[in-house]
Protein backbone atom coordinates (compact mmCIF):
# COMPACT_ATOMS: atom_id res chain seq x y z
CA UNK A 1 0.00 0.00 0.00
CA UNK A 2 1.41 3.47 -0.83
CA UNK A 3 1.69 6.17 1.56
CA UNK A 4 -0.39 9.37 1.14
CA UNK A 5 3.03 10.82 0.94
CA UNK A 6 4.29 9.36 -1.89
CA UNK A 7 2.72 6.83 -4.88
CA UNK A 8 -1.12 7.48 -3.18
CA UNK A 9 -1.00 11.36 -3.62
CA UNK A 10 -1.46 10.79 -7.16
CA UNK A 11 -3.08 8.35 -9.71
CA UNK A 12 -1.71 5.82 -11.86
CA UNK A 13 -2.30 7.42 -14.66
CA UNK A 14 -1.06 10.69 -13.65
CA UNK A 15 2.22 8.96 -13.00
CA UNK A 16 2.25 7.30 -16.43
CA UNK A 17 1.52 10.63 -18.22
CA UNK A 18 4.33 11.85 -16.64
CA UNK A 19 7.00 8.83 -17.76
CA UNK A 20 5.21 9.37 -21.10
CA UNK A 21 6.17 13.01 -21.41
CA UNK A 22 9.87 12.41 -20.13
CA UNK A 23 10.21 9.42 -22.36
CA UNK A 24 9.17 11.85 -25.54
CA UNK A 25 11.42 14.14 -24.46
CA UNK A 26 14.22 11.53 -24.51
CA UNK A 27 13.69 10.34 -27.77
CA UNK A 28 14.21 14.18 -29.08
CA UNK A 29 17.15 13.83 -27.22
CA UNK A 30 18.44 10.69 -28.61
CA UNK A 31 18.47 9.22 -24.95
CA UNK A 32 17.99 5.35 -24.63
CA UNK A 33 18.28 5.30 -20.83
CA UNK A 34 18.19 8.66 -18.05
CA UNK A 35 19.69 8.22 -14.28
CA UNK A 36 17.57 10.44 -12.28
CA UNK A 37 19.54 11.48 -9.22
CA UNK A 38 17.78 14.84 -8.01
CA UNK A 39 15.10 13.86 -5.45
CA UNK A 40 12.13 15.91 -6.58
CA UNK A 41 12.66 14.26 -9.88
CA UNK A 42 12.48 10.79 -8.23
CA UNK A 43 9.66 11.58 -6.42
CA UNK A 44 7.73 13.07 -9.22
CA UNK A 45 8.42 10.15 -11.37
CA UNK A 46 8.18 7.78 -9.30
CA UNK A 47 6.57 8.63 -5.72
CA UNK A 48 9.38 7.89 -3.90
CA UNK A 49 9.78 9.53 -0.38
CA UNK A 50 12.59 8.99 2.21
CA UNK A 51 15.05 11.16 3.74
CA UNK A 52 17.73 9.42 2.01
CA UNK A 53 18.91 11.64 -0.40
CA UNK A 54 22.43 11.65 1.03
CA UNK A 55 23.54 7.93 -0.05
CA UNK A 56 23.78 7.44 -3.70
CA UNK A 57 20.15 6.64 -4.89
CA UNK A 58 18.24 7.36 -8.20
CA UNK A 59 15.83 6.27 -10.73
CA UNK A 60 16.27 4.93 -13.88
CA UNK A 61 14.31 5.91 -17.18
CA UNK A 62 14.39 3.04 -19.94
CA UNK A 63 12.38 3.70 -23.23
CA UNK A 64 11.50 0.39 -23.59
CA UNK A 65 10.55 0.00 -19.78
CA UNK A 66 6.93 0.42 -19.02
CA UNK A 67 8.68 1.86 -15.19
CA UNK A 68 11.15 3.15 -13.77
CA UNK A 69 13.63 1.23 -12.06
CA UNK A 70 14.53 2.82 -8.36
CA UNK A 71 18.11 2.09 -7.19
CA UNK A 72 18.70 2.95 -3.59
CA UNK A 73 20.31 1.87 -0.26
CA UNK A 74 18.93 -1.71 0.98
CA UNK A 75 17.52 -0.58 4.32
CA UNK A 76 15.40 1.86 2.36
CA UNK A 77 14.44 -0.01 -0.15
CA UNK A 78 11.02 -0.36 2.16
CA UNK A 79 10.56 3.54 1.60
CA UNK A 80 10.06 2.50 -2.36
CA UNK A 81 7.96 -0.25 -1.49
CA UNK A 82 5.65 2.20 0.96
CA UNK A 83 5.90 4.80 -1.70
CA UNK A 84 6.17 4.58 -4.97
CA UNK A 85 3.84 1.84 -6.12
CA UNK A 86 6.74 0.06 -8.23
CA UNK A 87 6.47 -3.54 -9.27
CA UNK A 88 8.84 -5.48 -6.60
CA UNK A 89 11.50 -6.26 -9.46
CA UNK A 90 11.83 -2.62 -10.55
CA UNK A 91 12.89 -1.51 -6.72
CA UNK A 92 16.83 -2.71 -6.75
CA UNK A 93 18.87 -2.26 -3.48
CA UNK A 94 22.12 -2.09 -3.29
CA UNK A 95 24.42 -4.01 -1.11
CA UNK A 96 24.29 -2.10 2.61
CA UNK A 97 28.17 -2.82 2.81
CA UNK A 98 28.96 -0.37 0.62
CA UNK A 99 27.43 2.89 2.62
CA UNK A 100 30.07 5.12 2.77
CA UNK A 101 32.79 2.82 0.95
CA UNK A 102 35.95 4.06 0.11
CA UNK A 103 36.87 1.13 -2.46
CA UNK A 104 33.09 0.32 -4.11
CA UNK A 105 30.83 2.26 -4.05
CA UNK A 106 27.37 1.92 -4.85
CA UNK A 107 27.53 2.98 -8.26
CA UNK A 108 29.83 0.06 -9.28
CA UNK A 109 26.64 -2.08 -8.38
CA UNK A 110 24.29 0.46 -11.08
CA UNK A 111 26.69 -0.30 -13.55
CA UNK A 112 26.01 -4.56 -13.15
CA UNK A 113 22.38 -3.67 -12.37
CA UNK A 114 22.65 -1.82 -16.28
CA UNK A 115 24.48 -4.02 -17.90
CA UNK A 116 22.48 -6.81 -16.36
CA UNK A 117 19.41 -5.32 -18.48
CA UNK A 118 21.35 -5.49 -21.76
CA UNK A 119 22.06 -1.46 -21.56
CA UNK A 120 25.56 -1.52 -21.77
CA UNK A 121 25.91 0.16 -25.03
CA UNK A 122 22.86 2.89 -24.67
CA UNK A 123 22.92 6.74 -25.05
CA UNK A 124 22.80 7.34 -21.40
CA UNK A 125 21.41 11.04 -20.09
CA UNK A 126 23.09 12.34 -16.28
CA UNK A 127 21.88 14.65 -14.56
CA UNK A 128 25.21 16.66 -14.08
CA UNK A 129 24.00 19.94 -12.42
CA UNK A 130 21.76 17.41 -9.92
CA UNK A 131 23.62 18.04 -6.40
CA UNK A 132 24.15 14.56 -5.11
CA UNK A 133 25.43 13.09 -8.10
CA UNK A 134 28.78 13.48 -7.63
CA UNK A 135 32.02 13.41 -9.57
CA UNK A 136 32.77 10.15 -7.91
CA UNK A 137 28.98 8.42 -8.64
CA UNK A 138 29.74 9.92 -12.70
CA UNK A 139 33.50 8.49 -12.74
CA UNK A 140 32.77 5.01 -11.73
CA UNK A 141 29.55 4.83 -13.88
CA UNK A 142 31.60 6.41 -16.87
CA UNK A 143 34.17 2.91 -16.20
CA UNK A 144 31.94 0.62 -15.56
CA UNK A 145 29.92 1.31 -18.61
CA UNK A 146 32.73 1.31 -21.10
CA UNK A 147 30.68 0.93 -24.34
CA UNK A 148 27.82 3.47 -23.01
CA UNK A 149 27.75 6.94 -24.24
CA UNK A 150 27.09 9.01 -21.66
CA UNK A 151 25.42 12.71 -22.09
CA UNK A 152 24.43 15.56 -19.88
CA UNK A 153 20.71 15.66 -20.41
CA UNK A 154 20.36 19.31 -19.65
CA UNK A 155 17.52 19.25 -16.54
CA UNK A 156 15.61 17.24 -19.20
CA UNK A 157 12.78 15.93 -16.31
CA UNK A 158 12.60 18.96 -14.44
CA UNK A 159 11.41 21.03 -17.35
CA UNK A 160 8.65 18.14 -18.02
CA UNK A 161 7.51 19.26 -14.68
CA UNK A 162 7.37 22.33 -15.52
CA UNK A 163 3.57 22.36 -16.62
CA UNK A 164 1.54 21.32 -13.26
CA UNK A 165 -1.64 19.15 -13.53
CA UNK A 166 -4.50 20.03 -11.91
CA UNK A 167 -3.92 17.79 -8.88
CA UNK A 168 -0.59 19.25 -8.33
CA UNK A 169 -1.88 22.87 -8.63
CA UNK A 170 -4.54 21.87 -5.53
CA UNK A 171 -1.43 20.70 -3.50
CA UNK A 172 0.59 24.09 -4.79
CA UNK A 173 -2.72 26.04 -3.74
CA UNK A 174 -2.55 24.40 0.14
CA UNK A 175 1.24 24.89 0.77
CA UNK A 176 0.21 29.05 -0.59
CA UNK A 177 -2.39 28.63 2.46
CA UNK A 178 -0.11 27.19 4.81
CA UNK A 179 2.83 29.64 3.98
CA UNK A 180 0.26 32.73 4.15
CA UNK A 181 -1.00 31.56 7.83
CA UNK A 182 2.89 30.85 8.88
CA UNK A 183 4.11 34.39 7.38
CA UNK A 184 0.99 35.98 9.50
CA UNK A 185 2.16 34.36 12.70
CA UNK A 186 5.32 35.33 12.23
CA UNK A 187 4.48 38.72 11.57
CA UNK A 188 2.51 38.69 14.29
CA UNK A 189 5.33 37.57 16.24
CA UNK A 190 8.11 40.19 14.98
CA UNK A 191 7.91 42.80 18.14
CA UNK A 192 10.91 44.82 19.22
CA UNK A 193 12.75 42.92 22.06
CA UNK A 194 11.72 39.40 20.72
CA UNK A 195 14.36 37.45 20.19
CA UNK A 196 14.86 36.26 16.75
CA UNK A 197 15.19 32.33 17.27
CA UNK A 198 11.11 33.05 18.64
CA UNK A 199 9.92 33.94 15.23
CA UNK A 200 11.47 31.33 14.24
CA UNK A 201 9.83 28.61 16.32
CA UNK A 202 6.19 30.32 15.45
CA UNK A 203 6.86 30.21 11.97
CA UNK A 204 8.03 26.29 12.17
CA UNK A 205 4.81 25.40 14.04
CA UNK A 206 2.23 27.18 11.56
CA UNK A 207 4.73 25.57 8.79
CA UNK A 208 3.82 22.17 10.20
CA UNK A 209 0.40 21.97 11.60
CA UNK A 210 -0.49 23.39 8.49
CA UNK A 211 -4.16 24.63 8.11
CA UNK A 212 -7.70 23.28 8.35
CA UNK A 213 -7.89 20.08 6.02
CA UNK A 214 -4.00 20.67 5.29
CA UNK A 215 -1.17 19.38 7.73
CA UNK A 216 2.21 20.71 6.90
CA UNK A 217 5.55 19.11 5.41
CA UNK A 218 9.08 19.87 5.80
CA UNK A 219 10.39 23.06 3.36
CA UNK A 220 13.68 22.75 0.71
CA UNK A 221 14.64 25.73 2.69
CA UNK A 222 14.72 27.16 6.62
CA UNK A 223 13.63 30.21 6.96
CA UNK A 224 15.72 33.34 6.37
CA UNK A 225 15.51 36.30 8.01
CA UNK A 226 18.18 38.87 7.73
CA UNK A 227 17.99 41.98 10.23
CA UNK A 228 19.54 45.43 10.42
CA UNK A 229 22.53 45.62 8.13
CA UNK A 230 21.93 41.86 7.14
CA UNK A 231 19.21 42.73 5.76
CA UNK A 232 21.39 44.37 2.37
CA UNK A 233 22.18 40.43 1.78
CA UNK A 234 19.39 38.02 1.25
CA UNK A 235 20.58 34.16 2.43
CA UNK A 236 20.92 35.05 6.10
CA UNK A 237 18.90 32.95 8.69
CA UNK A 238 18.38 34.32 12.44
CA UNK A 239 20.45 34.10 15.40
CA UNK A 240 19.07 34.30 19.30
CA UNK A 241 19.55 38.12 19.28
CA UNK A 242 16.48 40.37 19.98
CA UNK A 243 14.55 42.37 17.54
CA UNK A 244 15.76 46.21 17.28
CA UNK A 245 13.68 49.21 18.74
CA UNK A 246 14.30 50.18 14.68
CA UNK A 247 14.99 49.08 11.49
CA UNK A 248 14.33 46.40 9.16
CA UNK A 249 14.09 42.81 8.82
CA UNK A 250 13.29 40.15 5.93
CA UNK A 251 11.59 36.99 6.30
CA UNK A 252 11.20 34.56 3.41
CA UNK A 253 9.10 31.55 4.01
CA UNK A 254 7.70 28.27 2.07
CA UNK A 255 4.12 26.56 2.64
CA UNK A 256 4.80 23.15 1.79
CA UNK A 257 2.07 20.70 1.16
CA UNK A 258 3.02 17.14 -0.03
CA UNK A 259 6.29 18.22 -1.60
CA UNK A 260 5.18 21.07 -3.42
CA UNK A 261 6.47 24.64 -2.06
CA UNK A 262 4.69 28.05 -2.01
CA UNK A 263 7.04 30.40 -1.19
CA UNK A 264 7.47 34.26 0.00
CA UNK A 265 8.87 37.20 1.47
CA UNK A 266 7.82 40.41 3.48
CA UNK A 267 9.88 42.79 4.87
CA UNK A 268 8.98 44.40 8.12
CA UNK A 269 10.16 47.87 9.62
CA UNK A 270 10.41 48.43 13.53
CA UNK A 271 9.54 52.27 14.63
CA UNK A 272 8.36 54.58 11.91
CA UNK A 273 10.37 53.86 8.43
CA UNK A 274 11.54 56.80 6.94
CA UNK A 275 9.42 58.36 4.20
CA UNK A 276 11.61 56.86 1.06
CA UNK A 277 10.97 53.71 2.34
CA UNK A 278 7.40 54.23 2.20
CA UNK A 279 7.26 55.50 -1.03
CA UNK A 280 9.42 52.40 -2.23
CA UNK A 281 6.86 49.80 -0.96
CA UNK A 282 4.19 51.44 -2.82
CA UNK A 283 6.44 51.56 -6.13
CA UNK A 284 6.74 47.81 -5.29
CA UNK A 285 3.01 46.65 -5.07
CA UNK A 286 2.34 48.55 -7.75
CA UNK A 287 5.14 47.00 -10.21
CA UNK A 288 4.26 43.30 -8.27
CA UNK A 289 0.44 43.64 -9.42
CA UNK A 290 1.71 45.06 -13.00
CA UNK A 291 3.69 42.12 -13.61
CA UNK A 292 1.14 39.72 -11.87
CA UNK A 293 -1.40 41.26 -14.64
CA UNK A 294 1.38 39.55 -17.31
CA UNK A 295 1.20 36.56 -15.98
CA UNK A 296 -1.05 34.98 -17.99
CA UNK A 297 -0.97 32.34 -20.79
CA UNK A 298 0.67 33.87 -24.06
CA UNK A 299 2.99 36.18 -22.30
CA UNK A 300 6.58 35.50 -21.49
CA UNK A 301 8.13 35.78 -18.87
CA UNK A 302 10.59 38.59 -20.17
CA UNK A 303 7.08 40.36 -20.43
CA UNK A 304 6.65 39.72 -17.09
CA UNK A 305 9.82 41.13 -15.63
CA UNK A 306 9.57 43.80 -18.29
CA UNK A 307 6.60 44.98 -16.69
CA UNK A 308 7.41 44.78 -13.61
CA UNK A 309 11.18 46.64 -14.16
CA UNK A 310 9.12 49.39 -16.20
CA UNK A 311 7.40 50.43 -13.25
CA UNK A 312 10.20 50.45 -11.15
CA UNK A 313 12.30 53.11 -13.88
CA UNK A 314 9.18 55.05 -13.54
CA UNK A 315 9.67 55.55 -9.69
CA UNK A 316 13.24 55.96 -10.07
CA UNK A 317 14.02 52.36 -8.83
CA UNK A 318 16.97 49.99 -10.21
CA UNK A 319 16.23 46.16 -8.25
CA UNK A 320 18.25 43.16 -9.77
CA UNK A 321 16.24 40.92 -7.74
CA UNK A 322 14.13 38.52 -8.90
CA UNK A 323 11.06 38.90 -6.07
CA UNK A 324 10.51 42.13 -3.49
CA UNK A 325 8.19 42.52 -0.34
CA UNK A 326 6.08 44.82 0.81
CA UNK A 327 6.91 47.04 3.73
CA UNK A 328 5.43 47.30 7.13
CA UNK A 329 5.90 49.28 10.29
CA UNK A 330 5.69 48.75 13.94
CA UNK A 331 5.76 51.72 15.53
CA UNK A 332 7.33 51.11 19.09
CA UNK A 333 5.02 52.71 21.78
CA UNK A 334 5.68 52.80 25.58
CA UNK A 335 2.26 52.64 26.61
CA UNK A 336 1.43 48.97 24.90
CA UNK A 337 4.12 45.97 25.17
CA UNK A 338 3.96 45.29 21.37
CA UNK A 339 3.55 48.23 20.33
CA UNK A 340 1.08 49.95 16.86
CA UNK A 341 1.41 47.28 14.42
CA UNK A 342 0.27 48.65 11.19
CA UNK A 343 0.83 47.38 7.32
CA UNK A 344 2.12 50.30 5.01
CA UNK A 345 0.23 48.24 2.10
CA UNK A 346 -3.19 46.69 1.80
CA UNK A 347 -3.51 43.16 1.77
CA UNK A 348 -3.81 43.12 -2.20
CA UNK A 349 0.02 42.16 -1.88
CA UNK A 350 -0.01 39.44 -0.32
CA UNK A 351 0.37 36.31 -3.04
CA UNK A 352 1.94 33.56 -2.85
CA UNK A 353 5.05 33.08 -5.13
CA UNK A 354 5.38 29.46 -6.37
CA UNK A 355 8.70 27.23 -6.45
Not at 77 to 104: C, D, H, M, W, Y
Not at 213 to 220: I, K, M, N, S, V
Not at 237 to 249: F, Q, R, V, Y
Not at 277 to 286: G, H, N, P, Q, S
Amino acid sequence: MASASGFGTFTQAEYAQRLAGVKSRMEKASFDLIICQDPANMCWLTGYDGWSFYVPQCVLVHLREDRPIWFGRAQDARSARLTTGLPEKNIVPFSERLVQQSVEPPYDELAQLIRSRGWGNARIGVEMDAHYYTARCHAHLVSGLPDAHFANNHDLVNWARLVKSEAELALIREAGAICTHAMKRGIEKMRPGVPQNHVIAEIYQAQIMGVPGAGGDYAAICPLMPVGEGTSTPHLTWSDAPLPDSGLAILEIAGVRRRYHAALTRTVHFGKPPQVLVDMAKAIVEGVDTGLEKARPGYTAEEVEAAWQAVLRKNGLKIAAANASATWRANSSSSTEHGDWKPVTDERSCRQRNR
